[in-house]
């Protein structure tokens, strides 16, 4: 027979003997990933390869603590790299909707922004003074007056000749004209009708060629007003080149090792010259301060202030965030926009350095996911909007110069998504080449618990809580082999026991203790049941009532207790299920009725097949089972998924086949395969516990157990009531390994193994299903002869 565990079989206790410290203040700080050994090689790895797409994705659950972990790890690696350039975007004098990027030395594009606005200060300041002045309003003057005089002199030279030939030029609101003179006086008409013809035509001739010559010296006037006008402009530029000439040259001297910078005041100076008429006209095309603001820069990235490389985490990827975005102003009703309103992006400030992104984050934002991704490839940020890159819209708009990435991208995610990523995106591998996976758990042994401690220390410390005592830690890392289900493992799930100490912390301040002890760490661990155990609550009251029936005394055919476990949220609890079997005679199949409604998964139907040929191998070998069956979990009305209670459907189907009773004092979990071995399965310490509250509620405890595999032994870690009661022998825990000795210890008949023949010893329950089936086949035949013997005579 199989012997029950003793209590410590079901729990592991840490030794306090073996923690030399009075409490965890004493011990060192620990970084919390020396215990991923694997990860941190990934990570050096990855982020000190320089080649194309070695990008990162850490693995881990959602309670790994990755993000606090590997942005410790990056800012401490960032710290010995170099300080990435600034970034800034000016004014492109050649193509205004195309801003030019500059890379400037770390902290110069502060300094630079700085002389830049000054420099439009001084200007502001400088150009009007400039033209203002008295000595340029008399250069101006003067050229007026020379422009005036060599007018006056031509139309003068005109009149004289006019006058040498008795005929006088005159001035009228048309223009000029000209008419005969006579003395000091014009002619009038009636007396040049009395001159002779000869002399009229004289006149007249003369006053032709006056008048053409009138009209070429009125002709040279535009031309002699555009040399004034070219003479004002060439004042215009000399005296601005007066003006902006010494505030540039102290930007050359001081930027004369950046080509970038000098190319970009070169540009100022010829626009300025060549645009001066906006600082002399009354109504310029380009208004001053329009011409200003275009000599500023954009100060995109400043990293004056950077110590080592920038480690950037952005918690909402998207595309905005991720390539930056040009933003607009209404002017008018227009939506306006120009060099100065683009805004960086998570790329460019991380641009240099390490960029940390929540993988789920990024595929569930618009266009993230390809956004991040043609990035990467061109190897240069490109800024615009959804619109401009999926040409959603035809206006005109910024089309700012691509400023070159060089970036290690950290994405941070569960298996699944790196997983699915892997399978269905064929690109994602050659952006993303370096897998860092967390450990789910970590090995539990008595060095392993000294480091434990050191690491419950630095969270204990980073959170600034109260040191733990030796009982305390040693409660931790019990809890901490709890939540791992498993005696030799300990979580690495650093949330988890980070909200642990936090409370344990917590109800050491209601007791007033300054430090945590086990007291402490168990009632943190009670208050958390305690809030999200509600629907446990109403679950085992509604079996103490008998709503939902489950059979705790005494013994019943064809029904066993199974063992189940609900999820919900992060809770989970162990509910005990009645799981019922009929048989009788028919042709080797078992329905599996949660199968048939739809309510069984593929793993559960999966594990009724197997049992269904574990029947047919083991009892008809050499023929046909003769067996029509039928499997229900009784009063389950949503999903049924996974093969845990496998081992108890064919106890209760064996059982319904011989009509032997089954002690209802046990509960059974575990699955099988084909062979009848049974196997381990997940939540047995939610399951033993939903099975001992719901005998403890029934009034007693004596006789009562479970039955589990061999192999999870190792997985228990039971609560304190649960312990004691195995230890007083009123509760009772069987490993089984084989399905044979599950029905001993159910039925209390033995199960018998078969001679060399095959054949099973007399009394065995063993021997007793397959003399049922025997007598099933009998049932059968004769009933499938008249069928056929039926089916000859209507064919005659």
Request: hydrophobic share 40%; with cysteine.
């Amino acid at each position: 027979m199989v012997e029950p565990l003793g209590p410590d079989d079901v729990y592991r206790r840490c030794p306090t003997d073996s923690f030399q410290f009075r409490d965890t203040s004493e011990l060192e700080t620990l970084d919390l990933l020396t215990a991923h050994r694997r990860a941190v090689d990934a990570l050096d790895f990855g982020t000190e390869i320089e080649s194309d797409g070695y990008n990162l994705f850490v693995l881990g659950d959602p309670g790994a603590g990755k993000h606090a972990l590997v942005s410790r790890f990056l800012k401490r690696r960032a710290a010995e790299a170099s300080v990435p350039p600034d970034w800034c975007y000016i004014y492109n004098f050649d193509e205004p909707s195309r801003p030019r990027y500059l890379k400037l030395p770390p902290g110069t594009g502060r300094k630079l922004r700085q002389d830049l606005d000054q420099l439009v200060e001084d200007l502001r300041t400088a150009i009007p003074a400039v033209f203002e002045s008295e000595e340029y309003q008399n250069r101006v003057h003067e050229l007026e007056r020379v422009m005036q005089r060599r007018q006056r002199e031509g139309l003068e030279a005109v009149r004289r000749e006019a006058r040498e030939h008795d005929i006088v030029m005159l001035t009228t609101p048309a223009g000029f004209t000209f008419a005969p003179a006579k003395g000091d006086g014009i002619m009038e008409p009636e007396e040049f009708q009395k001159l002779s013809d000869q002399d009229r035509q004289r006149i007249e001739r003369t006053m032709e060629i006056l008048q053409r010559k009138l009209q070429q010296t009125i002709q040279q006037m535009p031309r002699l007003a555009r040399e004034l006008r070219q003479q004002v402009n060439a004042l215009n530029e000399e005296m601005i080149q007066a003006a902006i000439g010494g505030p540039l040259e102290e930007l050359y001297e001081a930027y004369r090792d950046q080509e970038g910078v000098i190319a970009h005041l070169e540009a100022i100076r010829n626009f300025i010259v060549e645009h001066v008429n906006a600082f002399v006209s009354d109504n310029p095309d380009i208004p001053p301060e329009a011409i200003f603001s275009r000599c500023r820069i954009n100060l995109l990235v400043d990293n004056g202030d950077c110590r080592g490389a920038p480690v950037v985490y952005q918690d909402l990827p998207t595309h905005q965030h991720l390539v930056g975005r040009i933003e607009h102003h209404v002017r008018n009703g227009a939506l306006l926009t120009d060099f100065s309103l683009i805004r960086p992006g998570a790329l460019h400030r991380a641009n240099g350095g390490y960029l940390l992104l929540d993988v789920r984050g990024v595929l569930m934002q618009p266009a993230s996911w390809e956004t991040l991704k043609r990035n990467l490839r061109a190897r240069e940020i490109c800024t615009e909007s959804l619109e401009q890159a999926y040409g959603l819209i035809s206006t005109v708009s910024l089309e700012p110069q691509p400023i070159p990435l060089d970036v290690k991208i950290v994405l941070m995610g569960d298996r699944l998504l790196y997983y699915l990523l892997s399978h269905y995106d064929p690109e994602f591998l050659e952006l993303f080449k370096v897998q860092a996976d967390l450990e789910d758990d970590l090995d539990r042994d008595d060095e392993s618990q000294l480091l434990f401690a050191r690491m419950i220390a630095t969270l204990a410390r980073d959170a600034g809580l109260r040191p733990l005592d030796p009982s305390g830690v040693a409660a931790v890392i019990e809890q901490a082999s709890r939540l791992a289900d498993d005696q030799k493992k300990v979580t690495a799930r650093t949330r988890e026991l980070g909200d642990l100490l936090r409370e344990a912390s917590y109800w050491a301040g209601k007791d007033g203790a300054g430090v945590i002890s086990r007291t402490h760490v168990s009632r943190a661990v009670a208050q958390q049941v305690y809030r999200a155990e509600r629907l446990r609550v109403r679950s085992l009251e509604a079996i103490s009532r008998g709503t939902v029936m489950i059979a705790t005394e005494g013994e019943a055919p064809a029904q066993v207790n199974g063992l189940s476990v609900l999820q919900l949220g992060s809770f989970a609890f162990g509910r005990p299920t009645r799981i019922t079997a009929t048989a009788r005679p028919g042709k080797g199949q078992v329905v599996d009725i949660e199968r048939e409604a739809k309510l069984g998964g593929p793993i559960h139907s999966k594990a009724v097949m197997i049992l269904s040929r574990f029947l047919a191998s083991r009892y008809a070998a050499d023929g046909e089972l003769s067996l029509s069956a039928s499997l229900a979990f009784e009063q389950s009305y949503g999903g049924i998924e996974g093969d845990s209670a496998s081992v108890a459907e064919v106890c209760a189907l064996i059982s319904a086949i011989t009509r032997v009773p089954l002690r209802q004092s046990l509960a059974v979990t575990g699955s099988i395969n084909q062979h009848g071995d049974v196997q381990a399965v997940g939540g047995v310490n939610q399951k033993v516990e939903g099975f001992f509250d719901v005998c403890a509620g029934a009034g007693t405890l004596d006789g009562h157990g479970v039955l589990l595999p061999a192999s999870n032994v190792t997985h228990l870690m039971l609560r304190s009531d649960v312990r004691e009661a195995v230890g007083e022998g009123r509760f009772r825990i069987y490993p089984v390994r084989t399905v044979d000795e599950a029905l001993e210890l159910l039925t209390g008949r033995p199960a018998g193994e078969p001679d060399a023949d095959g054949v099973f010893p007399e009394d065995s329950l063993n021997r007793l299903v397959v003399e049922r089936l025997q007598g099933f086949a009998r049932a059968v035949r004769p009933r499938e002869q008249g069928d056929q013997s039926g089916g000859r005579n209507h064919d005659d």
